[in-house]
């Protein structure tokens, strides 16, 4: 459990860092420039998922639990060890991003949220929560957020539609990758057998 603690404490610092703030507002600094404003969970059809989370942060790898439920009143995000410890527990109201538990108070709920919407959110909500200078590069499979051209966050695609069935999310200024694959596709694979 503390090599777990020692690798997501800083990954969640590294991501919570730009967005230090005493009051979440519904905007948050994203790595790399630029903001990007929360926007309404009734832009995605009601979801709630497991998900494997495998962090690369630094060159060291450890492994998260993501419990994350979206629906029209908000969205909810709590991160496990493997063991079931509570490391996180952040919600979003459709008002303002908040925290219940968190490893430290410099990381900011809402940069978290910001990076689940980026991720899974329908490219037309993504692009309304853009501040300049960022843009959306979305293609089949890939998204990708620009600043001035250059790639600040990265997306691959497992799937059709969210929660999808995997995502690999990268984040170069961080030195962050995140390979996440949802645990009802891995059960899925289990029971057939196959790739459905």
């Known amino acids: ?22 009051s979440e507002t519904p905007c948050a600094p994203l790595i790399g420039g630029g903001s990007y404003c929360l926007q309404p969970t009734t832009a995605l059809a009601p979801f709630d998922v497991q998900q494997k989370v495998e962090a690369t942060f630094r060159g060291r790898r450890e492994t998260m639990i993501a419990e994350i439920e979206s629906d029209a009143e908000g969205m909810r995000f709590v991160g496990l060890t493997p ?19 968190l490893p430290d108070r410099r ?23 853009l501040e ?3 843009t959306l590069d979305d293609g089949a499979g890939r998204r990708r957020i620009l600043n001035r051209g ?7 695609y497992r ?35 196959k790739e459905s």
Do not use: H
């Open 159 to 193: 799937g059709a539609q969210p929660p999808y069935r995997g995502l690999r999310i990268s984040v170069p200024a961080a030195d962050l990758e995140l390979e996440i694959e949802t645990l009802e596709a891995l059960d899925a694979l289990a029971t057939n057998g």
């Open 132 to 134: 300049e200078p960022l």
């Open 150 to 156: 250059e790639a600040t966050i990265s997306i691959d």
């Open 107 to 129: 990381i900011s709920p809402a940069l978290l949220i910001a990076l689940l919407q980026i991720a899974l959110w329908p490219a037309d909500a993504v692009r309304a929560g």
């Open 1 to 22: 459990m503390k090599r777990m603690y020692f690798l997501l404490f800083p990954l969640l610092l590294a991501l919570g860092a730009c967005g230090e703030n005493e």
């Open 83 to 101: 063991f079931g410890q509570k490391l996180l527990q952040i919600a979003y109201d459709n008002r303002a991003a908040s925290a219940a538990t």
